[in-house]
């Protein structure tokens, strides 16, 4: 009997399969109810016809879960203008639901999400897997001058494990049971560096840094990202929160050019960069 086609629901459960191995041997491992053969940093073949959906979904996602060790991946989704939100912070939503759809799948090939206090202040996000199958990651919110308000639903509902980084931590009687506070040490604890030893010393290796513009721009800045997903929606919102901002630069020989795919998502165009082998 020859093999049934390979469609997304095959290729999602491929993918998470994935994540879930021990990546350090350099041989192909056979994952997808014996499917799909997967290298090391996501190179892929299949036993059977792929549609077109879910090649574009193996290509996209097997080199952010077909890795070991450490993993950092950013993504946002910006205006064609390079804007993540309005001048207010309205930002629901800048991209479409396919779009939305690959950031729930992203949510779940990792073990914790970061968001600034611009994001949890502005949204306050559930940060979970709703849209795909896959387990919610811990929930870190990074809010040095306790910014968010403690009746955040962040804050509030159990959905996930939640880590509120802050120097100013709130009462524990008004927080939820599934909050932790963390003090940090001073300025050097809060560089991204020492965010992601301190999510690592926990267990947390696999990181997504969800925004906003800011913080994946420190993330960035600090070489600390293996992988940027730049979602790029067909629409100018002519000014408002920035997406990537680094320090400024003289000649385009100093601009970053690291090596890109592109891959439609409905109306909206992912860039997956890779920043690091
Ligand atoms: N379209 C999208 O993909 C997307 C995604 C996420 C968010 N958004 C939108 O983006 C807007 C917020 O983005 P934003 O760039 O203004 O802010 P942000 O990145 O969400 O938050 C920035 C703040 O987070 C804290 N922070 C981040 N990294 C830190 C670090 N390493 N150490 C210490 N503190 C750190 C700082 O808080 P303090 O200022 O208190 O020091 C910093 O000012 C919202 O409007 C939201 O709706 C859009």
Redesign the pocket.
Known sequence: MSPATLDVALAWQGICEARRQNWDAAAALTLAAGQLRVWRGGAWQAEAPVTAEATALLDSLLPSSATSGRFVIA????SLDGR??TIT???HY??GEASRVHLHRLRALVDAVV??????F??DPQLTVRHVTGDNPVRVI????G?VPATSDVLQRGDAPTLHITRHPLPRETLGAHVESLVPDGAAD???SA?LDTLAARGLRRVLI???????S?FLADGQLDRLHVVVAPLLIGSG?PAVSLAEIETLDAALRPPCRTFAMGDDTLFDLALRK
């Open positions: 993504q946002l989704g910006q993540i939100a912070g309205a930002s800048v991209t968001i600034g206090a611009g994001t949890a502005a949204d990074l809010d040095p001058n910014r809060l560089t991204p965010l969800e925004g906003g513009g800011q913080t994946v420190r929160r």
